[in-house]
């Protein structure tokens, strides 16, 4: 039975591993997708990726430290990113974020 449990660490802890570095890599693609993207749109949906991915980069540090203390930072992350997401949306189609009227 021990000899089961330290099988199922060892590939808990190398899928992690190997998932982190996938999430690294397409954080330094989406990186230069923000740098180089030919439009605004471009830039919003890749800034949108890199907060999911950073979710799962929290989620995966929960993995290996085993700890429940990163799932408030996952959702801090997706609130965040969900209200950067309408600005920059709102900026995209109106050119404002914040309507004053002054009438």
């Known amino acids: 039975m021990n000899n089961l449990?330290?099988?199922?660490?060892?590939?808990?802890?190398?899928?992690?591993?190997i998932s982190l570095i996938g999430?690294?890599?397409?954080?330094?693609?989406?990186?230069y997708r923000i740098i180089t993207g030919p439009t605004n749109a471009d830039r919003a949906?890749?800034?949108d990726s890199?907060?999911?991915?950073?979710?799962?980069?929290?989620?995966?540090?929960?993995?290996?430290v085993v700890t429940t203390k990163?799932?408030?930072v996952i959702l801090l992350i997706g609130?965040?990113?969900?209200i950067g997401t309408i600005a920059?949306?709102?900026?995209?189609?109106?050119?404002v974020i914040i309507d004053?009227?002054?009438d």
């Open 88 to 95: 920059v949306a709102k900026y995209l189609e109106k050119g």
């Open 23 to 31: 999430i690294s890599i397409s954080l330094f693609l989406l990186l």
């Open 5 to 17: 449990l330290a099988v199922t660490e060892t590939i808990l802890l190398f899928t992690t591993i």
């Open 70 to 72: 990163f799932n408030d």
């Open 100 to 102: 004053r009227d002054m």
């Open 79 to 82: 609130i965040l990113l969900f």
């Open 50 to 64: 890199i907060g999911m991915n950073l979710m799962g980069v929290a989620a995966l540090m929960a993995i290996l």
């Open 45 to 47: 949906v890749a800034l």
